[in-house]
């Protein structure tokens, strides 16, 4: 057999000889790295099916805009949002000066801006206290601006405030604000 094999092997010629060493290593590779790791392919695809519940749980809706909307007080809440506003100066000993009010829909949105703008004296401290207070209170609140002027003299620090309450206003007019 081993003068079979010595003859067989003369007459393949060099090419024959290269093409049957990559062979035997292709041979080599496939029993060394591709079947296991085919065999780990699907060992982990079978525990994947076994994982997956037999049927899924149906998604929860998409939240709408209406949802959106649901999260805003009404505009009935507002002289209690103002009275708010007025206890926190009071509780930190501040004086609400010079103070303007405007109502005032949000285009293209279904919701109300009701802006206050308020001049507030007193120290830093209390300021903050102040816009801590105000803000913690209402949550469909936002500042708008908010500006410091400090007095040469002492520690008197006047705060220019302009604040925007958001409420629920009446759907948008057909055909605004869309683009």
Known sequence: MKAWLQFGWKQLGPA???????LLGAAL???????PAWRQA???????????PAKAAPLPAAPSLGDFYQHFPKLEVLPDQLAQLDAAADSVKLKIGAAQYQLQPVPSLALQRYQVVL??????????????MAM?????????ETRFER??????VTAHLRISFYYQGPPP?????KS
């Open 16 to 22: 024959g000889r290269i093409g049957a060493w990559l």
């Open 151 to 156: 007095d040469a003299k002492g520690q008197q």
């Open 42 to 52: 699907a060992h982990l695809t079978a525990e994947l099916r076994a994982a997956r």
């Open 136 to 144: 913690n209170e209402a949550s469909n609140a936002t500042f708008d």
């Open 173 to 177: 007019a057909p055909g605004k604000g």
């Open 119 to 132: 001049a507030i004296a007193g120290d830093y401290a209390s300021l903050r206290a102040f816009l801590n």
């Open 29 to 35: 590779l496939l029993a060394v790295r591709v079947l």
